[in-house]
């Protein structure tokens, strides 16, 4: 009964309803990265991605390179904060992608390799809710939150400074600006109870290119790219989550010197297991590949995908601290 | 004191709305008609036979014109008795652990229209007595007898080895009694029952075999709404009744409260026009924890409560003194000591604390959302006007941690059945099957204003409850508000008035003890504002908390460390909220009061149990302190904030 012992209980509720949400990723986030959280918590994303196919990952226009045999493994380290913007919950974002990547490619019998490691092309993210709960600026808020139906307003920026070398085709910085414009939706089915919760998330978007005037000599340009991804999102247990993934991708045709490809038009499946392993620390696994990709020119690519995100809240960890 | 209690079939001593003698009078017509209406059908027939061997169409009109009155007649006949005023239906609506405060008449901010509506067309009694626990209550309110007498000396769950094999505490009601259904049914009422029971499970103890021709009973004290799930690993299924059955499994989208009122309209349908009158003892679970509740009901009060449990008192204390249900000057009893001020809750603290009143607040209302049914039901078939309406708590709000008693204990087979079936623990879970939810003893305490303590003890926030009563008997001007000390012993002398029947001295051959209760008759007819004198007594005793109340005065003798385990005396006419212990100031009083308990053991064979739920609360709370207001300072103790022109920055 003494007040110390009820704050105590309640904080396990605050700390169960979604303080620590994955933060969002480049290209194709995981589902249930656009739930909102505590204002002013933090998060660090750890994502390594195994990659085939036959376009480099780290370009989000997904160019294809027929024929080519393009293998990445791919890190992503960034930080978030979730912070109120003009009263929307908002979260503003650093992600900046790492790795190697390596290619072969088969023309005439002979096989041309590159490889590339380094650092990509960090990448600014805004994301501003639009309709949906208001910000979480306090306990009582995240013990309220329920998404409902909730509809975000999202500005990805890549800053060209990743490594670049202009006598290859394969690089992980693209040396030019490129960016994204979307509307993610977290549309609430059922009860919002850790174990039941279920959503239906969409993220529309419009991926923008500025043109690329050295590529290997030449100025390659790129058309816009709309992309839409899907998840089915369920609770297995408190902790456990998993998530049917579908993403669909058109146009971003590109050009070298007027020369043009092909637009995209592609499909791909996949599904995510998540784990709130504690308060801080979630972990979530997904593979996602496209299909009816046989055709010569269609893009190729599949992955593996494991991400550790942790995060934090001074209050949280105040609040911990004392009950340790 | 009971008046026509000779003849049944004379009506109620205190007199009928004039709408019953219109009835009255058309049962009388009726009766001339219907004699003619005999002949008549027999003359029909007669014309019919020749109408067939070719009559004209004049013949025709006229028999279609016969027929039609006749079937009128006929149905007419049939809904009335010849010869007997139609008696009044009788509706109790019991609210488990419903609490003094917290209906909207009796200042609550809990939306209640539809009890409400009761309340303006009858009378509120705001000095009505029940027991502290519920079967007691339930015993005595359908016994009329004391609850050392018919079974429930002690609750069927808390016996005490020295009460074991002792008459009157078999723990279900004996059958040394007879029960009010028993005797209204033999007086020529359909007798019905929804809801809980609680006073016993046996073939012979449960509902059909005490009186009720109709039931759809959960047998036990609590329970999930949704389903058949119990709290307890020995005992993990609760047990239902209908008709006398017990239940395999529950009917399709059930919910205790609704399903209940719809059974109740079921079985008031089923006998409709037959000309009895019926008794419906609706006994709902609700607001029973746990706070079991649909969706819609959960979020009608987002953040209300989380302004804390004294601001609340506070608001009900004044709404009461505005409507004249307590006196100006009434004082809250005060916060019991282990509740905190709740302004030095942090605000996370109070939203998940005033959550739990958000959805207590939702049981009451979605309880007054299916009573409204109920009265829009009884409006619709005509019968609203010819019912007695009866609403009242079983005892006081709950105050203690019932799931944690039971299955707070690591390790123990019940925390083990908790941690399967009655762990969903989140929030925005309540209410769901899974979820138990109580509100504690802070909101227990607003339930109760302005009294002090809860469900279990004897100061008045145990047994002090809310009633209100409606229809035909009531002659008091409508929505008025009395006074008069009120038993719920009562219940049984005056609804065997009402309904013309009698207490007898024996039942199938048994001797039956003397009822306890006063018949309101005169007090309902606005001929008295007490069915009790000065030198009348009421008394209690459960788990050894023991009170004795006459006139103004009161004694209670409580378990430490609500009580002082001693005996204390207060002046409920200056000090309803019981504040100030006066024993050693009228130490003549204490001692005549004493005389009265001592009289009233001896009188109902009370044997004080050997062990109590509440032996050992004393080492589990708090050292008992007084609650000053601001106590210490320190807590409240805001910034600082100088003058701005004496601030400055420091020297180099």
Known sequence: MKPAAWLRSVIPVMLAVGVLSPPPIMAQVPGRSYWKTLSGANAVPLIVQS??????????????????????????????????????????????????ISSDVILAGATASEAARGFGDPTLELCTNIIGPPPQMNLVDVLRYEPGFSLDLLADLAVPIGEYNSAQALNLGQNRWYGRLGAPIVWQIGEWVPGQRTTLEFLPGVWLFGPNTNYQGKKLETDPMFQVDAHLTRDFTERLWGALDGAWFQGGKSSVDGVEGKALKTVALGFTLGYQINENLSLTFGYKSTIKDKDEGALQMDGFMVSLVAGWHSLIEGVRRLKE | MIENTKNPRKGPGFGLPSSETATSDRAVLVESECSGCIGLTTHNRTYQD??????????????????????????????STPNEPRRPNIVIILGDDLGYAD??????????????????????????????????????????????LNGLGNMDEFSAPNQWGVDGYEGNLNKRVVTMP??????????????????????????????????????????????????AAVSPQSVFTEDGRYLTRLPDDYYATKTYTDKLIKFIDANRGDGKPFFAYVSHQAPHDPFHLPQEWRTRHIGEYDQGWDAVRQARLKRMIELGIMPAGTQLAERMWFIPDPIVLAPATRAVL????????????????????????????????????????????????????????????DYLFAAANWSQTHPNAWGDPGSYVSYGPMWAQVSMTPFSQYKGWMAEGGIHNALIVSGPAVKRPKGSINHGLMHVADLMPTLLEIAGASYPKTYEGRELPALMGKSWGKVLSGEAESPRTEQDYLAWEIFGNRAVRQGDWKIRWEYKPLGKGDWELFNLALDPAERKDIASEHPDKVKALLAIWDSYVRANNVVLPSRSPFETLEDQLPKRVPDDPGYPPLIYKRQFVPPKEMMADPKP
């Not at chain 2, 901010?109 to 303006?120: C, F, G, S, Y």
């Not at chain 2, 020529?188 to 059909?208: C, E």
Request: with cysteine; aromatic share 10%; proline share 4%.
């Open chain 2, 182 to 231: 028993q005797l209204l049914k033999d007086a020529g009422y359909h007798t019905y029952m929804v809801g809980k029971w609680h006073l016993g499970k046996a073939p012979d103890q449960i509902p059909a075999a005490r009186g009720f021709e109709r039931d759809f009973s959960l047998l036990d004290g609590a329970g999930s709404y949704w389903d058949m799930t119990n709290l």
């Open chain 1, 51 to 100: 990659i085939s196919g036959n376009t480099n990952p780290f370009d989000p226009s997904y160019t294809v390179n027929p024929g080519a045999n393009i293998n990445a493994t791919m890190g992503l380290a960034g930080y978030l904060r979730a912070f109120p913007l003009f009263g929307r919950a908002t979260t503003a974002a650093l992600l900046v992608p790492m790795g190697r």
């Open chain 2, 50 to 79: 020749r109408s067939s061997v070719g009559m004209g169409k004049d013949f025709i009109l006229r028999l279609l014109i016969i027929v039609v009155m006749v079937t009128t007649l006929a149905a007419t006949a049939i809904a």
């Open chain 2, 354 to 413: 005033g959550k739990k009143m958000e959805l207590y607040a939702g049981m009451v209302e979605n309880l007054d959302f299916h009573v409204g049914r109920l009265i829009e039901h009884l409006k619709e078939i005509g019968e609203y006007e010819n019912t007695i309406f009866i609403v009242f708590g079983d005892n006081g709000a709950e105050g203690t941690d019932l799931f944690k008693m039971i299955a707070g204990t690591p390790g123990t087979r």
């Open chain 2, 103 to 148: 209906m909207g008449a009796f200042g609550s901010e809990i939306k209640t229209p539809n009890l409400d509506l009761l309340a303006r067309d009858g009378v509120r009694f705001a000095n009505f007595y029940t027991h502290a626990t519920c079967s007691p209550t339930r015993s005595i309110l359908l016994s009329g007898v004391d609850t050392h």
